[in-house]
């Protein structure tokens, strides 16, 4: 069946600019993590969904992230006035009620900030 | 704060030959620690967690890893390498207090040469 995808794959922005990065999870699966994973380290947990709610979102690194989740099953990560930083790959995973310690990962979205 | 560390930038092994990496942890309270595997240009892939039980746990592709409470470790194996093995090993541990967190090591990257 089909994975979890996220779009676009590769995202290059100016400083400044605002982006908006989609999460496709696996059917029927309720719950949903967005990791930040920067060269050379591991997935940096950023937020967590359950169904519509935003969970947990303590990994956040700031107010310029933002992550929504409106009928429970897309989600998308927004960044405001982007920040050469915030170069990286953003991972999104998704798992199904009953197997919450198995996590299937999408490929990730590399968003490059010039 | 729970963490893992991977000791290992990078382990070489020869095809055929045993394969270890490794992993060590830091918890307060019992670990939940998993085993994921990421192939370029691919998402995460779950091998294998230890919640609780048999020590050595298997997981897939034919690899195992063994929980040791005393050394706070929990190794990766396989009695035989593949090229096919080569990629970036990540470890990683539930957060006891907020299951919806996850912490990654730094991961390490295998070569299996011919």
């Known amino acids: 069946g089909a994975g979890v995808s996220q779009t676009p794959s590769n995202k290059v922005t100016e400083k400044g600019k605002y982006v908006e990065l989609r999460c496709d999870p696996i059917s029927g699966h309720t719950a949903l993590y967005w990791y930040r994973q920067s060269l050379g380290q591991g997935p940096e947990f950023l937020i967590y969904f359950q169904g519509t709610g935003a969970a947990d979102d303590s990994g956040l690194p700031n107010d310029r992230f933002f992550a929504v989740r409106p009928e429970g099953s897309v989600s998308t990560l927004k960044i405001q006035r982007t920040e050469r930083g915030d170069s990286a790959v953003y991972l999104c995973a998704s798992s199904a009620p009953d197997k919450y310690n198995e996590q299937f990962f999408g490929p990730g979205t590399r968003l490059t900030v010039l | 704060a729970q963490s893992v560390a991977q000791p290992e930038d990078q382990v070489n092994v020869a095809e055929g030959n045993p394969l270890t990496v490794k992993c060590t942890y830091s918890?307060?309270?019992?670990?939940?620690l998993f085993w994921y595997v990421q192939y370029p240009n691919r998402g995460l892939q779950f091998l294998l967690k230890y919640i609780t039980g048999d020590n050595l746990v298997k997981g897939s592709y034919g690899f195992e890893a063994e929980f040791n409470k005393s050394q706070t470790s929990f190794h990766l194996k396989k009695p035989s390498a593949l090229v096919s093995d080569s990629a970036l090993y990540f470890c990683?541990?539930?957060?006891?207090?907020?299951?919806?967190?996850?912490?990654f090591g730094s991961g390490t990257k295998l070569n299996v040469k011919p």
């Open positions: 918890v307060s309270g019992n670990p939940y």
């Open positions: 990683a541990v539930r957060d006891v207090g907020n299951f919806n967190k996850f912490y």
